[in-house]
């Protein structure tokens, strides 16, 4: 789910390519500053969906002046594509709401996991509309889906039902992700990645405001740290370095380098949140981390 300059970034206009390491840096870094966006999320003393208001609003001025930096233009957008971003912009706003909510009930590992399950989710649509059975290798990476998501699931209801309703709000945003991705496909070739994002967080802002209010959470924040750190990490570092590194690589190696997030949730949620991950937890995150490198790879 916190890859959206993976589908976007391809858009920005290619400068020379810089040093390999660099690059690699660039897609690490990126990954990582994205899974330390959750932690903020569970610290921020404002409601989980006020954090995502927060998070779109912030960035707005920025993703202005990069879209203009970039030479993308704000307006001239038609009709019907607007319509498509609203759409889009929507559906990511409820994504960002459910998965938010779901970082606060279950391990930060699984949050994670489950929250970038559009990928797979993808991989299915793929083969639905083009009417296709999946490859050998596709298979595998749905049979490892399903079976990690079940042993991660079921560790989580061991733990307490609220886990497990964190694991379904979790898993709900990485479907609500990949409709976001599919609503704004036609978009993209119309727009600029940059001006794309900012009409994004322009419909998206109040419909996390008015969810945050319908649910009676607090949205003014008495301690600002948390929120400026989810939206620096997560909205400026996080989709900056992945806007700048990822169109230079496959989507194998994309695939993998995701693999970083759930590890580094995982060490730290151990470390800060005392959350402390079994054998069959592993096995169950090694599985779904397989599943999302080989969609990935065959996007």
């Excluded at 990069?66 to 009709?79: D, E, K, P, S």
């Excluded at 998501?149 to 560790?155: E, F, P, S």
């Excluded at 709900?172 to 009409?199: D, E, F, I, K, N």
Aim: net charge positive.
């Amino acid at each position: 789910m916190e890859n959206e300059g993976a589908a976007q970034g391809n858009l920005v206009g290619e400068p020379a390519r810089p040093a390999a390491w660099l690059l690699l840096l660039a897609l690490l870094g990126g990954n990582v500053a994205l899974a330390i966006g959750p932690w903020f999320v569970r610290v921020a003393d404002t409601g989980p969906v006020a954090a995502g208001f927060w998070r779109l609003f912030l960035a707005l001025p920025f993703l202005v002046l990069l879209a203009r930096a970039n030479g993308q233009h704000l307006t001239g957008m038609g009709t019907r594509t607007l319509g498509l971003v609203a759409l889009g912009a929507v559906t990511f706003a409820l994504d960002l709401a459910s998965w938010h909510t779901g970082i606060g009930m279950t391990r930060l590992g699984n949050a994670v996991l489950f929250g970038n399950a559009g990928s797979v989710v993808l991989l299915f649509w793929v083969f639905i509309a083009h009417r296709v059975l999946p490859r050998p290798l596709e298979w595998l990476a749905i049979i490892f889906a399903l079976a990690g998501a079940a042993i991660l699931m079921g560790r989580s209801l061991e733990i307490s039902p609220a886990t497990l309703l964190g694991d379904v709000f979790c898993l709900a945003a990485g479907l609500l992700y990949a409709v976001y991705l599919l609503t704004l496909q036609g978009a993209r070739g119309a727009s600029g990645s940059w001006s794309l994002l900012v009409w994004v967080s322009i419909f998206g802002c109040p419909v996390l405001l008015a969810i945050a209010l319908a649910l009676g959470e607090p949205v003014w924040p008495a301690d600002w740290r948390p929120i400026l750190g989810l939206f620096i990490l997560s909205q400026l570092v996080g989709q900056g370095l992945m806007v700048y590194s990822l169109k230079y690589f496959s989507p194998l190696v994309v695939g993998l380098a995701l693999l970083t997030q759930p590890a580094v949730a995982s060490i730290y949620g151990w470390l800060v949140f005392g959350e402390v991950l079994s054998r069959l937890d592993i096995l169950g995150m090694v599985l779904v981390g397989a599943a999302l490198a080989v969609s990935r790879a065959r996007a």
